[in-house]
């Protein structure tokens, strides 16, 4: 069968092959026939040979971790032939560390997990995959087009959990958002932020493509000013670009009490030059938090699950800039300059 993969550690070694062998058994009970592969900035950098490791024994690995399929065959009668599924990324460490002993792998504290496409297993870039079924989301079926997204949305379903627990170790009314960065995962940060109800802001570099008419389309406020700029405190910021002097200006920008939910990476090697006393001073002040959010658990996956349910799907199906046949999967991890999401195509 069909399968996009790489040789890790080798810059451009993308290539897609026709006898990948069928998903062993050991994989997991649930068959599944592929139907769409999300493409983001991880997928670039195991491209460019950053990082990626095979499976124990293989040399070639599958990419893809952003997952949509249709159920081929169940034996645990989890879910059923034809429901649409998500495959988990990240696989709790063998050992395992304590969170990862309670189904918190997300939070690994001895990074032995293994993540699907990205870390000794296969990835869901391949005609068919097997998985697990406590590693199965299954999808309401008017996600067909657009279930494909779940993989990033619960990224942002942690950071928002994780948000509102930080939140609630005192009284907390909060009433404006801003997020960094209108990619993918600002874009569905921003989701997430009107569904509570939350007056969301969007601050972006791009002043023409889709980003304006997306975040105007949510309800929320568009951006393209320096943070420092900006008419109001946020009282949670969700920062998604992982530049230095933005991370630094939306540590300085909280309001008091304010919540600072740092999904951005960032690339490291740029110096910048800051005062360090004076934020540390208005960070004690204002009895403010900073914190890491990556990565999902089960819990989360079923958030986003809810968060898609509940969205427009005419909104959802427009961050999918491009939808590229398999056949062309050169194109399709090629990035373009107007791309917010770009989706391998399994079923054309
Ligand atoms: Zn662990």
Redesign the pocket.
């Known amino acids: 069968m069909r399968a996009v993969t790489v040789t890790p550690g080798v810059a451009n070694s993308l290539r897609l092959i026709d006898d990948q062998p069928e998903p062993a058994a050991e994989e997991g009970a649930i068959l599944v026939e592929a139907l769409a592969v999300g493409i983001c900035g991880t997928d670039h950098e195991i491209i460019s040979g950053e990082y990626g490791e095979a499976p124990p024994g293989a040399d070639r690995l599958v990419i893809g971790h952003e997952s949509l399929g249709r159920v081929l065959e169940d034996p645990t009668g989890t879910l059923q032939p034809g429901d649409l599924v998500a495959g988990i990324v990240r696989y709790?460490?063998p050992?395992?560390?304590?969170?990862?002993?309670v189904g918190e792998?997300d939070?690994?504290?001895?990074?032995?997990?293994t993540e699907h496409g990205i870390k000794a297993l296969h990835g869901f870039a391949r005609d068919r995959w097997r998985i697990q079924p406590r590693f199965a989301v299954g999808l309401d079926p008017a996600l067909t087009k657009v279930g494909v997204l779940l993989e990033p949305t619960s990224v942002v379903a942690k950071a928002w959990d994780h948000i509102e627990r930080i939140g609630h170790r005192a009284e907390w009314q909060p009433q404006t958002v801003l997020v960094t960065g209108a990619g993918p995962i600002g874009l569905l940060a921003a989701l997430l932020a009107t569904q509570r109800g939350l007056a969301v802001h969007v601050l972006d570099r791009a002043t023409e493509g889709p980003k304006p008419e997306l975040v105007a389309a949510l309800g929320a406020t568009y951006h393209t000013v320096p943070v420092n700029d900006l008419p109001f405190e946020p009282d949670v910021v969700v920062e998604c670009t992982g530049a230095p002097t933005v991370v630094i200006d939306v540590m300085c920008k909280a309001a008091p009490t304010g919540i600072v939910c740092l999904a951005g990476v960032s690339s490291g090697g740029r110096s910048i030059d800051f005062d360090a006393g004076a934020l540390n001073r208005a960070l004690v002040l204002e009895n403010n938090v900073v914190f890491g959010s990556v990565n999902a658990n089960r819990r989360h996956w079923d958030l986003a699950a809810q968060s898609l349910t509940r969205a427009d799907q005419g909104w959802l199906t427009s961050l999918i800039t491009r939808r590229v046949p398999v056949a062309g999967y050169a194109e399709a991890y090629t990035a373009g300059p107007d791309d917010i999401k770009v989706v391998l195509d399994f079923a054309s």
């Open positions: 709790p460490d050992e395992p560390c304590p969170n990862c002993a792998w939070m690994c504290r001895n990074g032995l997990y």
